[in-house]
């Protein structure tokens, strides 16, 4: 994906290398690596967009169970995406007066 001065690839290594020293640079404590790019650039674009499906695609998950768990959204966010891309989102839930906890979303991640 990343070419050298040179034409040839970059080492995955390198790319690591360079992100940690930018980040140290910036100022920034917490550990940089190339995979927290992919994980912020999902959760943004889902919290923007709401197209979960959209993510899916992009990020090459064939379930979108996947997409939800890699992308460390809570419950509720997910809920609200949920309740305005489904079809049948607007039908009320069997079970008068449930409201999803944290506890319901335990072990997800």
């Given at each position: 994906m990343f070419v050298g001065q040179r034409g040839g690839r970059v080492a995955a290594r390198t790319?690591?290398?360079r992100l940690s020293k930018l980040a140290k640079e910036k100022g920034i404590s917490q550990r940089v690596?190339?995979?927290?790019?992919?994980?912020?650039?999902?959760?943004?674009?889902?919290?923007?967009?709401g197209n979960l499906r959209a993510v899916q695609e992009m990020?090459?998950?064939e379930n979108v169970s996947?997409?939800?768990?890699?992308?460390?959204?809570?419950?509720q966010h997910l809920a609200e995406?949920?309740?305005?891309?489904?079809p049948?989102?607007?039908q009320k839930s069997k079970v008068k007066g449930f409201v999803p906890t944290e506890a319901d979303n335990s072990g997800r991640e």
């Amino acid at each position: 994906m990343f070419v050298g001065q040179r034409g040839g690839r970059v080492a995955a290594r390198t790319i690591q290398q360079r992100l940690s020293k930018l980040a140290k640079e910036k100022g920034i404590s917490q550990r940089v690596y190339p995979h927290l790019l992919r994980h912020s650039f999902a959760s943004h674009l889902l919290e923007s967009s709401g197209n979960l499906r959209a993510v899916q695609e992009m990020l090459g998950h064939e379930n979108v169970s996947t997409t939800q768990i890699y992308t460390h959204l809570d419950f509720q966010h997910l809920a609200e995406v949920y309740d305005r891309a489904h079809p049948r989102a607007k039908q009320k839930s069997k079970v008068k007066g449930f409201v999803p906890t944290e506890a319901d979303n335990s072990g997800r991640e």
